[in-house]
């Protein structure tokens, strides 16, 4: 999930000056999970913004913001409500951000959140970054715990001599030591071998932005008619 934080108020007040009818836009999924754009959030930033004299000209939450086809329908059933905004304001992740910019290029899009890390949910308001999106996964390998992300220092072949005697990062003492994590998963498991391959440092050539990917659709099977 994308893990995100509204940004300030003031902030959103703030980008919104130049505009006076505004539409408001959340997300049912990580932006719903974040308390940053569902139907709740939605409904108080349209409270919010009229008690400061701005014009709502309507609401949506699409089930995917980041879903070209999504942002598309939604779109042409709010299609008067959009038309007679001056900005759209939206309460989601940046992808999501630039999908629904990217339908409506004649109309100003204004972000009302910060996305923050590919994260996992440990309940309702605390989460932990777990994944860099880097393109070459190993997790295979270090037993389901990423060394890239949950080490401070990033390091692919075990732990520095920093850590403490209580199995703490010396960079943030609040933060177990990823590598003995992985050390101890292991072990449990009887991989232990698996870490003693040396892992070669990342090839970061191939992972620059803006980055595509593509997936070649299944062919349909022609279906023969029965006599």
């Not at 940053?36 to 609401?59: F, I, N, P, Q, S």
């Not at 339908?103 to 860099?132: N, S």
Request: hydrophobic share 35%; glycine share 8%.
């Amino acid at each position: 999930m994308i893990i995100q934080k509204q940004k300030a108020y003031e902030n959103i007040e703030e980008m919104l000056a130049p505009y006076q009818k505004v539409f408001v836009a959340g997300c049912t999924e990580c932006a719903t999970a974040c308390k940053t754009g569902g139907e709740d959030e939605v409904a108080e930033m349209k409270e919010r913004l009229e008690a400061a004299g701005k014009t709502v000209t309507g609401t949506a939450i699409f089930d995917s913001a980041c879903l070209r086809g999504e942002v598309r329908e939604v779109s042409r059933e709010h299609q008067e409500q959009i038309e007679a905004a001056d900005a759209i304001l939206t309460l989601f992740c940046g992808a999501g951000v630039q999908t629904v910019g990217n339908y409506h290029e004649d109309t100003p899009v204004v972000p009302g959140v910060d996305a923050l890390f590919v994260g996992e949910t440990i309940r309702a308001g605390k989460y932990t970054e777990q994944c860099q999106a880097c393109g070459d996964c190993l997790l295979d390998v270090t037993g389901g715990i990423c060394p890239l992300t949950r080490c401070a220092k990033a390091l692919l072949n075990g732990p520095c001599g920093g850590y403490t005697e209580d199995g703490k990062c010396e960079v943030d003492p609040d933060t177990d030591c990823a590598w003995l994590l992985i050390f101890e998963r292991l072990k449990t498991r009887g991989q232990l071998d698996k870490i003693r391959e040396t892992q070669a440092a990342k090839d970061h050539s191939d992972h620059h932005p803006p980055q595509t990917y593509k997936w070649a659709r299944p062919k349909k099977k022609k279906v023969k008619p029965t006599a």
